[in-house]
């Protein structure tokens, strides 16, 4: 990114994954860059936790849109993809044409989706964002998160690390800890405290206190 126009497209496949992702790079993109960033979310809908907690599609919304504007993201969007879990129900054409869609109005200079994961939306929205990439379109990088660790290996090439200090990484668990209807009450395997941890981790890796990881999936120069 290099220049104050900069526009980045993130896709995530649920609510909080964006923040768990690239938390702190927001936050350091808008002190020194001042991006259009846009979340588009494929899947927030009604669901009941494992707990036997409901939670509703308008709680969710509500924690991203204060978690988000917290981390200086412009724009958030719920495009209905997929309903919350089932990503292998999905009008997988229909959601390549609304990635598509995505590229064609916003007309990002970058685009961030998440990697392929345990989870299905997450394989779903990386395996329909590889194909809405199959005539051209922008930088595309894929982005982890902690739960990462539990599912298909990441790519051995490609790395390309986000460097963050203690503020940034800060708030980035402030915004996470928003999503009160994902973690209040209930002992998650992926909490916010995981995503700093994961940060230290890969700050240690270029010699930096915290880091964001991305792999570069394609990059024109």
């Not at 860059?33 to 409901?54: K, L, M, N, Q």
Request: proline content about 6%.
């Amino acid at each position: 990114m290099d220049g104050t126009t900069a526009r980045v497209l993130v896709l995530a496949p649920h609510a909080d994954d964006a923040e768990f992702g690239l938390g702190a790079a927001f936050l350091r993109w808008q002190a020194e860059y001042e991006p259009w960033v846009r979340v588009v979310i494929a899947a927030c809908g009604d669901y009941v936790r494992s707990d036997g907690r409901p939670v509703q599609a308008t709680e969710r919304l509500a924690e991203s849109a204060r978690a988000l504007s917290y981390l200086g993201v412009r724009e958030i969007e719920n495009a209905h993809w997929f309903a919350e879990n089932q990503g292998f129900s999905c009008d997988y054409a229909g959601m390549v044409t609304g990635i598509e869609k995505q590229l064609e109005t916003f007309r990002p200079d970058m685009v961030f989706t998440c990697l392929p994961s345990f989870n299905q939306d997450h394989k779903v929205l990386f395996d329909a964002t590889i194909t809405a990439f199959r005539n051209g379109y922008p930088d595309l990088y894929a982005y982890e998160y902690p739960g990462n660790a539990w599912g298909p290996p990441p790519p051995e090439f490609g790395r390309k690390y986000l460097p963050a200090d203690e503020r940034h990484v800060e708030a980035k668990i402030k915004a996470l800890a928003m999503h009160k209807s994902q973690f209040d009450g209930r002992a998650a395997v992926v909490d916010p405290e995981a995503a700093r941890t994961l940060a230290r981790q890969r700050g240690a890796e270029i010699g930096v206190p915290f880091a964001e990881l991305c792999y570069v999936v394609r990059e024109i120069g």
